[in-house]
């Protein structure tokens, strides 16, 4: 709110050089970045490259002035800077796009810029703003209408409405933290014709990835983050992806998948023409019809909000079927409980986990039986049977690699990452005739990967049949049998995993080619 | 410069669970005195009479467990609901509802059945008539999302005008001399009491069994396990098939319930019959709330928490009297060391460092 | 007949002017994401502060400034506790409604009963106040019904069509988002608390010092609790906040107009506390997604959460 005479933008020169330097912070002692040295010039394109929860968006924050470093200090052009807050570091001249959008879903366009943009003029800010939107949209070739509410702009307008928010402060250093999550390979190349331009004009990009291909293409340079600390920097004419990665992960990747062929067996689901309806009561799911085999792997690949979350609330009973019917072992299931569901062997890893899945002021123990609860096993018609419960925990921690001293602790206090194992640990240990899984490996490092990759091949192997949504297309093609592509809420086809017609994924992901 | 950090804290102990409650209502205690200090009040006298009036004396300490009763069946039944962040603010009015439901059975039924036919025929028409009224809030939510704090309060207004309505209109008695209020129960349906007191020992067992049955529910049982996921995460509770509907009505209509049977303590053991709704509950169904939160939601402190505000109950009656202070006084008293109870949570989950640091 | 017409427009609209003020606090509040329950407690400080200094001072426009200033200053302790101390909103405002109902009935305890002969003389709008029938019970009013009117109006204009109004609403959404945009969601919160409290505390004064023109505990009878419902019956927008608030009124002058048929007082007493269930029973019938509630109203925001 109160903004120092000596921020004002008019006394500082436009970022030649930005440098971080010695930055250390930890969060509940546990540090997520230790000493970190970084720099990025004019007209240069910076990538971060490092695994899941190496520390990238962490480092990022701290450059945005949303967390303080514990040690270390950030300068511009060579002047050491105090950024205690997002507004200090965009009247330096920084701004950030975060992987998840920082936008107001119900605000308009108009709204959401306003409240952004430093000048916006106190009265009348919606139509104040308006010529000058349009002004600057024009020379980037941004068209969206600025009435419209967020929520119904596909994630890649919602970028440009970010991009749009920080180049309007005059941002000259652009930070991007995975920005390539949620588009469309079209998409993709829209963005990084944005990013030529603007490096073109003078402006500083990082742009955070873990994707070695995207890293390779766009970046001029890149600096590599392991568990919170440097281990690399390199030009990207010198060097190359196996390299890259090798810096990533520590060590040779391998990715050694053992995935026995097995002859499918009885059906386990059929969804026959499924409906279904997304938030804001717009149809999220259409006519989606498909079967699921014992041994079988099936997955469903697609850009995130094409309705993948939708019909898996679906399949696990949360989300309400509008038309159409979902079988399990030809027991219908169309719209039980949830609980009635699992009862039919059905487990279910959600995509926010931490919305749905967890219980955050109840002990560990407690979350380990959350679906499982009514089972006789551990209940009695009204008791809990805690000794059996917490047997049941103490082995999930262990199977699954939980870090917790204790099972007698508030969930609220582990990691993201343990509290997704410990998820996973809960819905997979109780052989589960159809796992639902969505983006069970997303936000987990490359060991706990692996080992969640093996223990679907098991279930698989085992006669069980997973449902698997990634947006990852490698563990798509890697681990499933048959491969779906989902766009705007219907399969664009469906495929055996060495289909030839599944090298135009892209475009079906895009929906511009459906079989 | 002084910097001031917060961290949270992960590991909280019961002692330091205590040792915050304690010094949170100390601080308040503090506030008070300086409330007492701006009203012309001396507050060391203020705050030593209000517990000499309650623990200090033979007589005190027998009214302060005599208040303690419904504070304590009201407070456990509160931390029920309040697991499930079922904001129950309508105890006042299933107290209420309770003792209408007691006294008509007891008019009724009190000159044709001995006393251990019609004392429970009351209690349980007493927790009937809470439950009911404390499921209308819990079908509100569920059906028609009404916000269960606004419509519990107006419960409580609606109920005060039924009760008031009755005892002016069909049930006036006719040995009242036309003042408002029903006949007085007959013998059979009145509770007795320790000599020498106006401690209805019956409504007290009643309340300390609840209290330890409550917290067996919350902590040992499916019931209170799914109780306890829905209060911490709604969506959890859908994702794990948790019954949303069932949960919350049973949950009220515990929690109606033992603030109903509160109501018959009250007609049956103090008032012996039934009259302005003032009169009937100095606002138990609030100063439960506090005895909840003090409780930190575990049922069995209540009967702790439970017994200090009755405390404060009867030290405010005495200084109302020797100091001429208003009735409103308990409220200044009650809603500042609420206020100190919550702001003391933040210093129970953070830890807050200050540091001195020169640039 | 026409004149019973006339009183009760006129009646309406008094009844409907603390309602109308407290609302639109509320409205103002909630919309940057904190729910404030401490209407009842402090209207009642604001009746009470605005009686007592009136009296005094034989000014009712001090007395006004001081249940203003009052309710101010009582509302940060909800802001510390709810914004700083991210507390429990819904404990936090009961206890700030006990605080202020005390507060008031210690205060005001030897200004019970006392009539207050100081009058705060009627506005009279020149030209309209002359148009027939309407024109007397609308244009010719206490001031605290034009206020009230300029500070709902005002609050709409605020909200949807100045720059802070974005910072608000935005805050109420989302407070991390708004927090990346430079805004200080804190200082918003707490400016936000301390306005609603306000105008909580004019809807008090209202009460006694236009309205009944005296002092006793219990006055403000529900009015707070009745504002939070019409809070959510306005959809968050002090545009239908006007009309909701005087539609109550009408429920409260209906009281009187149904005494002489003989229907017992204490069922007409009633009325406010069931039509305000009624009111929120229609809200409810309405989609969901387009009741406009704050998405993040009642959550603590932390600051740096991962």
Redesign the interface.
């Known amino acids: 709110m109160q903004i120092p005479a000596c921020r004002n933008r008019f006394f500082m020169k436009k970022i030649q050089r930005l440098e971080m330097d010695g930055i250390s912070k930890s969060f509940h002692g546990i540090p997520a970045n230790q000493d970190i040295q970084l720099s990025v010039a004019s007209g240069e394109i910076l990538g971060l490259l490092g695994e899941n929860g190496a520390g990238k968006t962490t480092l990022m924050n701290i450059l945005y002035g949303l967390y303080q470093p514990d040690a270390g200090q950030i300068k511009i052009n060579g002047q050491p800077v105090q950024l205690t807050s997002p507004l200090d570091s965009i009247l330096h001249g920084i701004g950030m796009v975060h992987q998840h959008f920082m936008l107001i879903q119900n605000h308009s366009v108009i709204e959401n810029i306003a409240l952004g943009y430093k000048d916006t003029p106190f009265f009348f800010p919606k139509i104040k703003l308006r010529e000058k939107i349009q002004q600057f949209s024009r020379q980037f070739d941004f068209t969206i209408d600025l009435n419209k509410k967020i929520w119904q702009l596909s994630a890649g307008e919602q970028q440009r409405v970010e991009i749009i928010k920080a180049l309007l402060n005059g941002a000259d250093l652009l930070i991007l933290d995975e920005p390539t999550s949620v588009l469309t390979p079209r998409e993709i190349e829209e963005l990084i014709t944005i990013l030529r331009r603007m490096k073109q004009d003078g402006h500083s990009v990082i742009f955070i990835s873990h994707k070695l291909n995207e890293i390779m293409t766009i970046c001029d340079r890149v600096t590599v983050l392991r568990k919170g600390r440097i281990v690399g920097n390199a030009d990207t004419r010198d060097t190359d992806k196996k390299t890259l990665a090798r810096m990533m992960v520590g060590r040779d990747v391998v990715f050694n998948i053992n995935k026995e062929p097995l002859t499918r067996g009885k059906p386990i689901l059929k969804a026959n023409r499924i409906h279904v309806t997304g938030d804001m009561g717009l149809p999220a799911v259409k006519a989606i019809s498909f079967d699921l085999y014992e041994n079988e792997i099936f997955g469903i690949a697609g850009v995130a909000g094409n309705g993948q979350r939708e019909l898996a609330e679906a399949i696990t009973g949360i989300r309400r079927i509008d038309q159409g019917s979902v079988t399990i072992n030809g027991k219908d299931i169309t719209n039980l409980s949830p609980r009635h569901i699992y009862d039919h062997g059905v487990s279910h890893v959600p995509e926010e986990r931490i919305r749905f899945g967890i219980a955050p002021g109840l002990f560990l123990y407690d979350n380990a039986i959350l679906k499982q609860h009514h089972l006789k096993k551990f209940s009695s018609r009204y008791f809990l049977r805690y000794n059996q419960v917490k047997t049941h925990a103490r082995n999930i921690i262990t199977e699954f690699n939980v870090a917790t001293h204790t099972i007698d602790n508030q969930i609220r206090n582990l990691s993201g990452g343990n509290i997704q194992k410990l998820i996973l640990g809960r819905e997979i240990s109780e052989q589960p005739r159809l796992l639902v899984a969505s983006h069970p490996t997303y936000g987990l490092d490359v060991g706990a990967t692996e080992f969640l990759r093996h223990h679907l091949l098991k279930l698989r192997s085992q006669g069980s049949s997973v449902l698997l949504f990634s947006e990852d297309l490698e563990e798509i093609f890697e681990l499933c049998d048959r491969i779906a592509v989902i766009f705007a809420g219907e399969f664009m086809g469906i495929f055996d995993s060495d289909d030839d017609r599944l090298c135009d994924i892209g475009l079906m992901m895009a929906g511009s080619k459906r079989f | 410069m002084i910097h001031i950090t917060s961290t949270d804290r992960y590991r909280i102990t019961r002692w330091r669970v205590v040792m915050t409650n304690v010094f949170s209502l100390a601080a308040g205690l503090v506030v008070i005195s300086v409330i007492f200090v701006i009203a012309g009040v001396n507050p060391l006298f203020a705050i030593s009479e209000i517990f000499q009036g309650s623990f200090g004396s033979v007589y005190g300490f027998k009214e302060t467990i005599t208040k303690a009763i419904p504070l304590i069946l009201i407070g456990a039944g509160l931390t029920l609901a309040f697991r499930a962040r079922f904001w129950n603010i309508g105890a006042e009015g299933q107290l209420l509802m309770g003792a209408i439901f007691a006294t008509w059975t007891g008019l009724t039924f009190g000159n044709t059945l001995p006393a251990w036919g019609i004392i429970p025929l009351m209690f349980a028409a007493g927790f009937l008539g809470g439950a009911l009224w404390g499921i209308i809030p819990a079908i509100l939510k569920i059906k028609y999302a009404i916000n269960e704090v606004i419509s519990t309060l107006m419960l409580n207004y609606i109920c005060a005008h039924i009760l008031t309505m009755l005892i002016v209109g069909p049930w006036r008695g006719g040995t009242r001399f036309g003042f408002p209020g029903t006949d007085t129960l007959p013998e059979a349906a009145i509770l007795s009491v320790i000599p020498g007191s106006r401690i209805h020992y019956v409504t007290l067992i009643l309340a300390l069994v609840c209290a330890a049955v409550l917290t067996l529910l919350i902590y040992r049982t499916r019931f209170g396990y799914e109780a306890r996921v829905v209060g911490e995460n709604p969506d959890a509770g859908k994702y794990a098939g948790i019954d949303f509907l069932k949960t919350t009505l049973i949950l009220m209509a515990v929690s109606g319930g033992l603030a109903g049977m509160a109501g018959v303590g009250e007609v049956a053991g103090i008032h012996h019959y039934l009259g302005y709704p003032d009169s009937m509950s100095s606002g138990y169904g609030f100063t439960a709330i506090i005895v909840a939160w003090l409780a930190k939601l575990n049922p069995l402190y209540t009967i702790i928490s439970g017994i200090f505000f009755a405390g404060i109950l009867v030290g405010g009656d005495a200084i109302q009297i020797s100091l001429g202070l208003p009735a409103a006084t308990v409220n200044i008293v009650n809603g500042t060391l609420l206020i100190f109870l919550i702001m003391g949570d933040y210093f129970l989950n953070h830890k807050i460092s200050i540091t001195f640091k020169t640039r | 007949m026409e004149d019973i017409i006339i009183s009760t427009l006129q009646r309406t609209l008094v009844a409907g002017t603390p309602l109308l003020l407290a609302t639109t606090g509320e409205i103002i509040c909630e919309r940057s994401g904190i729910l404030n329950?401490g209407v009842e407690?402090v209207m009642a400080l604001g009746a009470v502060t605005a009686f007592i200094v009136t009296m005094t001072t034989g000014s009712p426009w001090l007395g006004v400034l001081a249940a203003l200033i009052a309710g101010m200053v009582i509302s940060i302790?909800h802001a510390?506790?709810s914004v700083t101390?991210?507390?429990?909103q819904?404990?936090?405002g009961?206890?700030?409604?006990?605080?202020?109902?005390?507060?008031?009935?210690?205060?005001g305890?030897p200004y019970v009963g006392k009539p207050l002969t100081i009058k705060m003389d009627d506005l009279s709008i020149p030209v309209l106040s002359d148009i027939p029938y309407v024109g007397q019970a609308i244009f010719n009013q206490s001031p605290f019904f034009f206020l009230a009117i300029g500070l709902a109006v005002g609050a709409w204009f605020l909200l949807e069509?100045?720059?802070?109004g974005?910072?608000i609403?935005?805050t109420g959404?989302?407070p991390?988002?708004?927090?990346?945009?430079?805004?200080?969601v804190f200082?918003i919160r707490y400016v936000s608390v301390i306005i609603g409290g306000g105008f909580s505390a004019l809807a008090g004064a209202h009460l006694s010092i236009s309205y009944s023109r005296s002092w006793i505990?219990g006055m403000t009878a529900?009015r707070g609790?009745i504002a939070?419902?019409l809070t959510?019956f306005a959809l968050w927008n002090p545009g239908r906040a006007i009309w909701a608030a005087f539609l109550f009124g009408g429920i409260f002058v209906v009281q009187y107009l149904m005494q002489p048929l003989g229907i017992?007082p204490?069922?007409l007493?009633?009325l406010p506390?069931?039509a305000?269930?009624l009111i929120?029973?229609i809200i409810?019938?309405k989609?969901?997604?387009k009741l406009n509630a704050p998405?993040m109203l009642s959550t603590p925001y932390k600051r740096?959460e991962?």
């Open positions: 329950l407690g302790i510390v506790a101390l991210q507390a429990n819904v404990v936090s009961l206890a700030l409604t006990m605080l202020g109902l005390g507060l008031s009935g210690m205060v305890k069509r100045t720059r802070l974005i910072q609403r935005s959404e989302n991390k988002a708004t927090e990346t945009q430079g805004v200080n200082l505990e529900g609790w939070i419902a959510i017992s204490n069922f007493a009633m506390y069931i305000t269930l929120l029973l409810s019938l989609d969901p997604r998405a740096g991962r």
